[in-house]
């Protein structure tokens, strides 16, 4: 019995959290429900990396500034057989749906699934292959990267927006776990505004950043560039019915680009690390929706080219 059921004897049992993919922010959310005392399970990807998990202790360690705690989190691989209310899809965009898909036989008929990938293309694609079943989109500020294996280290506080495009009434349960575990976040009726515009703003920065082989705010060294690309994205948000997401997206660049001046962006880091990045779920979007829309992009597909042309020269994917 868990120290809330003490608490609330009388109290239904809380939902259990299973998180798909234990990485960065996976990690980020999974030691911040376990302090919080709500059930956490991991699912990771064999069995592999669930032995080795054991070998390592079975914890998670989750470092803020210089605090350094261990989380005892339970774990197992998506062959295990408790049924699945809750999911929390924490792995890349290019990874989700067949991830979600080994784990359709266990998910409930009233499974919540939220969704924390960056960039668009990826959820549709769980969205189609879960339903029913309620599906919660999130775009996310906050900041997490690996230090080591199972350590995760909690970079920049930020923001977590949730929604959901077929139903606007909050799931209240949820929400308040994330209280409960102080994830700073809001409900929106407009999950899909936030993250075209995440999209476009990652689209304007991530890629230029990677091509000048510079942090964010070397890009102010390429102003006419930024403006080009600017327009062209608040064209095509336009066009797909995305009004909201376009007004002012040049001067919210800017202002991002200074915010985040000393930071490397997150495809430049990935591309420094040799890993693959999301620019399936970014560019590649952006410019099947603007061939969708019969939108000319010029700027922001020959950046696409040349973004996959430099990733091929690394022999890095660009799907
Ligand atoms: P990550 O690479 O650190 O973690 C992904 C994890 O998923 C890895 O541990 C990987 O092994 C695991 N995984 C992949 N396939 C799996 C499977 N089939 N079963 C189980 N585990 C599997 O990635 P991340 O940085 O945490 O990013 C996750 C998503 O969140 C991305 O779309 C990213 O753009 C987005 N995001 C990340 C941050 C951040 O600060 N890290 C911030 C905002 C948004
Ligand atoms: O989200 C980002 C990223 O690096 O992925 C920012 C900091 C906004 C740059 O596009």
Redesign the pocket.
């Known amino acids: 019995m868990s120290d809330r059921d003490l608490l609330h004897p009388l109290a239904s049992p809380a939902t259990a959290w299973h998180i798909?993919?234990?990485?960065?922010?996976?990690?980020?959310w999974a030691t911040r429900l376990a302090r919080a005392g709500l059930p956490v399970r991991l699912?990771?990807?064999?069995a592999a990396?669930l032995a080795a998990y054991r070998a390592h202790g079975s914890h998670l360690t989750l470092i803020e500034q210089d605090r350094c705690v261990q989380w005892p989190i339970p774990a197992e691989?998506?062959d295990g057989s408790e049924p699945i209310e809750r999911l929390l899809v924490?792995?890349?965009?290019y990874?989700?749906e067949?991830?979600v898909a080994?784990l359709r036989p266990r998910l409930s008929a009233q499974a919540d699934v939220i969704l924390?990938?960056?960039?668009l293309g990826?959820q549709e694609a769980v969205a189609a292959l879960i339903q029913p079943r309620r599906c919660i989109f999130a775009?996310?500020?906050?900041?997490?990267?690996?230090e080591a294996d199972w350590q995760?280290r909690f970079?920049?506080h930020?923001f977590t927006w949730l929604g959901d495009v077929q139903d606007p009434a909050a799931p209240t349960a949820l929400l308040d776990d994330l209280h409960t575990a102080g994830i700073s976040h809001e409900w929106t009726p407009d999950i899909l505004t936030r993250l075209w515009r995440k999209l476009a703003l990652n689209c304007a920065i991530n890629p230029l950043t990677v091509l000048h082989d510079c942090r964010n705010g070397g890009l102010l060294e390429h102003p006419c560039e930024v403006a080009t690309l600017c327009q062209e994205l608040t064209e095509l948000l336009q066009r797909c019915g995305q009004p909201v997401a376009a007004h002012d997206l040049h001067s919210d660049v800017l202002r991002v680009i200074q915010a985040t001046a000393a930071n490397y962006s997150?495809m430049y880091q990935d591309v420094a690390h040799g890993?693959r990045t999301?620019i399936a779920?970014l560019l590649g979007y952006v410019s099947a929706a603007a061939r969708r829309h019969h939108c000319t992009i010029p700027h922001v597909q020959q950046l696409h080219h040349r973004l996959c042309q430099h990733l091929a020269a690394k022999g890095l994917r660009s799907d």
Do not use: P
């Open positions: 798909l993919g234990a990485g960065s922010l996976g990690g980020l699912i990771l990807r064999d990396r691989t998506a924490a792995c890349k965009a990874d989700a067949q991830a080994a924390l990938q960056n960039g990826s775009s996310s500020t906050e900041g997490a990267f690996r995760v970079a920049g930020g997150s890993r999301e779920y």
